[in-house]
């Protein structure tokens, strides 16, 4: 826990395990990719418990609110209360129409095979 109650957002994002290391926490930060309380910030930026985070991790945003401040890493029931995940569930994935296998080994598909294959596509 930090003594004054704020914590640098790069060792708190990486404290709480959004991001492997801390050398990665600042260079998402640097690229732009972290915003408090809906503003980009650097890596210094002091955050406070209540403080609403976004991250972009592997493509997609992540919602985040800090509870508790801490500056170690510590254990990942500790790291999970210290953060509240606010992000929305991933929207479901479209279900892709049936595609018929090929046996193992049956060779190439014929021009006739290739050509029911594209009308089953709707090509």
Not at 78 to 106: L, Y
Request: proline share 8%.
């Amino acid at each position: 826990m930090s003594a004054a109650g704020a914590a640098r957002v790069d060792a708190w994002l990486w404290a709480v395990r959004v991001y492997k290391t801390r050398s990665l926490a600042t260079a998402a930060c640097r690229a732009g990719h972290v915003r408090v309380n809906g503003d980009r910030v650097k890596a210094s930026q002091p955050v406070r418990p209540g403080d609403e985070l976004r991250v972009r991790v592997a493509g997609f945003d992540r919602i985040l609110v800090v509870r508790e401040t801490i500056v170690k890493r510590v254990g990942a029931v500790q790291a999970a209360a210290a953060a509240e995940d606010k992000t929305p569930p991933p929207p479901p994935r479209e279900s892709t129409p049936f595609v018929p296998q090929r046996d193992r080994g049956a060779g190439r598909p014929t021009k006739r095979d290739r050509r029911d294959i594209e009308r089953l596509r709707g090509r």
